[in-house]
């Protein structure tokens, strides 16, 4: 079976074929956290999102560079031109230097990654460590005759870059519109235009933040970040580039336009992939709405919006079980259900483990085959279609159905080609763990377990049942753990 993946792109506003650059080699890019607060489930949803994406690259056996970013610097307050560096901020009320929030945080965030089991990037450059090829790229925009400087900062003329390209291209927003509804903002007078962006700003006397440049000290604009970076490591043209639907306008324009300014005149990515927005009881999730949830706090269950801890894991399947291009309702009810669908696909796993294929095969039942094929093949279909994981988690539910009936005798496995077990086994096992990335959780706690291991034999030594005794030393003695009996009770130590 060979099926083509499909993505939807954003550029196009439809679904295409993916046909990488440069195959079998893929470059993909992807907007990472700025780091001045805790992950929150719309870094998870994100991260997911473009985890799953990369493993199913790689289990099509594409050859990929993954590229996401730490924004350090730059990321103004309500990503705007003007205002205090959210790092910086956090900075002056934690009495720290900036890039020790920022490596705080960075190591917070990849803790919860970890936990929610999503893969590392192949690089994760800082926008601080890459003020160098900023530099450059503004120069080239500078030259191309598509940016002008003002009092230290440089700006890009969206006007200008307007008569022969279109700002909007991405978005859809219409520069003429923009400006109808777009106000003059206090301090911005410099700009020649409201549109305008800067791509690098002169730093006040205050601002702590700050690097040398041929304009004066100042640090670079949020949005050049990525161009120069997904320049750096992945060329002037690359395969992918995702982010989140909030991302789109103006960050992700930005991007395009700065890219076809510079010098590498072209709109950087070929596929632009967005992921949809995180809803709280159908209202937008957001700190201003008190409806702001960490993933600690989901983690812990230490939150108002919260009737119970959630585990990594079902917040992982929480996340896959909607289309990434369509909003997630966050609530406990669905969390809940999300609990009982993970569950469900670890149980298939064990059940997996536990089918053997006779010794002796039966006359083959060619109807069973064909179903069993036809259901293996479907659970690639959703993933095929712009990474619908609910297609694909649905399909894997309708085989587990049949995995069921095969291990309690309903459907006979004797009755399968051996080839048909194996298919079936290694469609389960590779979907569910390698390319949506779930993976088992420990339930029990291994010293309450112990403790409740201790009190059957301390059961059984009082009943002087010494066959049951004797059972319990030689298992756990197995594991590497000795019982203790002391006169003041019973006791347990790792095997010396």
């Known amino acids: 079976m060979q ?33 001045y607060g805790e992950p929150h489930l719309g870094h998870a949803r994100s991260a997911v999102t473009y985890d799953v994406l990369y493993r199913y690259l790689k289990h099509l056996e594409y050859k990929v560079r993954f590229v996401r970013n730490i924004t350090d610097v730059g990321h103004l307050e309500n990503d705007a031109d003007e205002g205090e560096d ?16 920022v490596q705080h945080y960075t190591n917070v965030y990849h803790q919860d990654m970890d936990k929610l089991n999503v893969l590392r990037p192949d690089i994760e450059p800082r926008a601080s460590g890459h003020i160098i090829e900023q530099i450059e ?18 700006y890009f003329d969206v006007q200008a870059y307007n008569k022969d390209h279109n700002y909007g291209k991405l978005s859809g927003r219409v520069v003429e519109d923009l400006l109808a509804n777009t106000r003059e903002l206090e301090g911005q007078g410099e700009k020649r235009s409201s549109l305008d962006f800067a791509l690098w700003k002169k730093a006040s006397p205050t601002h702590i933040m700050r690097w040398p440049s041929p304009w004066g000290d100042g640090f670079p604009g949020w949005h050049l970040e990525c161009s120069a970076m997904s320049r750096k490591y992945l060329g002037t043209t690359f395969d992918i580039h995702g982010g989140g639907l909030d991302l789109m306008f103006p960050h992700h324009e930005c991007e395009i336009a ?11 990515a070929r596929y632009w992939i967005h992921n949809n927005m995180i809803t709280v009881n159908g209202q937008k999730m957001g700190k201003s709405l008190g409806n702001f949830i960490n993933l600690s706090d989901l983690f812990s269950g230490n939150h108002e919006l919260l009737e119970a801890k959630y585990s990594p894991m079902t917040i992982r399947f929480f996340i896959l079980q909607a289309h990434y291009r369509s909003t997630l309702d966050f609530s406990n009810e669905a969390l809940q259900a999300a609990r009982k669908g993970y569950t469900k696909l670890m149980n298939g796993l064990r059940v997996l483990d536990k089918l053997q294929y006779p010794a002796e095969a039966a006359e083959p039942d060619a109807k069973l085959n064909e179903d069993l094929l036809k ?16 297609r694909t988690i649905a399909s894997l539910f309708n085989l587990l159905k049949k995995i069921n009936s095969l291990y309690l005798g309903q459907l006979q496995i ?57 059972a319990i030393r030689a298992e756990l003695k197995k594991q590497g753990i000795v019982i203790k009996d002391l006169k003041t009770g019973i006791d347990w130590a790792y095997e010396e």
């Open 375 to 390: 259901l293996t093949e479907d659970c690639f279909r959703g993933m095929n279609d712009d990474l619908n994981t609910a």
């Open 137 to 154: 790229m503004i120069q080239e925009i500078l030259q191309n005759g598509l940016a002008y400087e003002a009092n230290g900062s440089v």
């Open 258 to 268: 700065q890219s076809q300014a510079s010098n590498s005149h072209t709109d950087a």
């Open 86 to 101: 959210k790092i910086q901020k956090r900075a002056k009320l934690e009495h720290l230097e900036p890039m020790e929030v």
């Open 414 to 470: 004797a009755s399968l080609e051996k080839s048909t077990l194996e298919t079936v086994q290694s469609t389960y096992r590779e979907l569910v763990l390698d390319v949506l990335g779930l993976k088992e959780e420990s339930t029990a706690h291994a010293e309450e377990m112990l403790d409740l291991v201790l009190n059957f034999y301390k059961e059984a030594k009082e009943a002087k049942a010494y066959d049951k005794v004797d």
């Open 3 to 35: 099926q083509k993946l499909n993505l939807y792109n954003t550029l196009t506003r439809k679904k295409e074929a993916f046909e990488p650059l440069h195959a079998p080699f893929v470059g993909m890019y992807v907007c990472g956290p700025t780091v």
